[in-house]
C-alpha cells in the first residue's frame, strides 16, 4: 500500500521569508502524481502544486516550487516570500491509478507578521 | 457556480441515527469520491465512483454506503452512526482517464458529530 509521511506537524514562518515543507512517500509503482493540497480556516481544499513522476523537472507556481527527489522518494514544498495568507494546513498527496488519492497527515504552517 | 456541491454542511446525530450527506457536482466528471478528515490522519478514502452504476470500497468503508444512480449525484449514507464516524467530510470530483491528468475538484466539506 502507499503512504505518505509528512513529519512536521506545525511550522511557523516569518512574513516575506522563505520555508520549506517537507513529504515523503512509499511505493512501487513506477508512474504516478504528487501533489501539494493547502487548507485555510475556510476548510476548503485548494490545490498548489503538482508534479508528475516521470517528469525529471521540478514543478513551479509562482511562490510555490517543489523539490523533487524520486530515488529518495521525497516532494518538498518550498515558499518563497510567505504572505499572511499562506497561512493554513498542507496536505501531501499521492495518486496511484484510478485516482485514489492518498494524504498524509497535513503540517499546519503559521506566517507570522 | 460549476463546482461540486455538498449537504448539509453541519450535522448533530445521536448515537445509532442514520443519515444521508449530499454530494453534487455539474461539470459532467466521471469520477466522484467520499474523503473524511480527521485530527492528525489527513483525509482518508471512504468509497469512490468511476461512472453512474460503478462504485468501490476506499481505505476506510465500515459504516457506510454509496450509491451512484446518476453521473451527477454521489450520495454517502451512514447506516448506524456511531461517536467513531464524527468528523469532517469532503465529496470530490473529477475527470476519469488517464491517472492524475485530472485535479479533484472538492466540495467545501460536512462537519458531522455523533453523540
Known amino acids: 500500500a502507499q503512504t505518505v509521511t509528512q513529519s512536521q506537524p506545525e511550522m511557523s514562518v516569518q512574513e516575506a521569508e522563505t520555508v520549506t515543507l517537507s513529504c515523503t512517500y512509499d511505493t512501487s509503482e513506477s508512474n504516478y502524481y504528487l501533489f501539494w493540497y493547502k487548507q485555510p480556516p475556510s476548510r476548503q481544499m485548494i490545490l498548489v502544486i503538482r508534479?508528475?513522476?516521470?517528469?525529471?523537472q521540478n514543478a513551479t507556481e509562482n511562490r510555490f516550487s517543489v523539490n523533487f527527489q524520486k530515488a529518495a522518494k521525497s516532494f518538498s514544498l518550498k515558499i518563497s516570500d510567505s504572505q499572511l495568507g499562506d497561512t493554513a494546513m498542507y496536505f501531501c498527496?499521492?495518486?496511484?491509478?484510478?485516482?485514489?488519492?492518498?494524504f498524509g497527515e497535513g503540517t499546519q504552517l503559521t506566517v507570522n507578521p | 457556480n460549476a463546482g461540486v456541491t455538498q449537504t448539509p454542511k453541519f450535522q448533530v446525530l445521536k448515537t445509532g441515527q442514520s443519515m444521508t450527506l449530499q454530494c453534487a457536482q455539474d461539470m459532467n466528471h466521471e469520477y466522484m469520491s467520499w474523503y473524511r478528515q480527521d485530527p492528525g490522519m489527513g483525509l482518508r478514502l471512504i468509497h469512490y465512483s468511476v461512472g453512474a452504476g460503478i462504485t468501490d470500497q476506499g481505505e476506510v468503508p465500515n459504516g457506510y454506503n454509496v450509491s451512484r444512480s446518476t453521473t451527477e449525484d454521489f450520495p454517502l449514507r451512514l447506516l448506524s452512526a456511531a461517536p467513531s464516524q464524527t468528523s469532517v467530510y469532503f465529496c470530490a470530483s473529477s475527470y476519469a482517464g488517464r491517472a492524475g491528468a485530472n485535479v479533484l475538484t472538492f466540495g467545501a466539506g460536512s462537519r458531522l458529530t455523533v453523540l
Open positions: 508534479q508528475e513522476a516521470y517528469k525529471q
Open positions: 498527496a499521492f495518486l496511484t491509478s484510478g485516482s485514489r488519492l492518498t
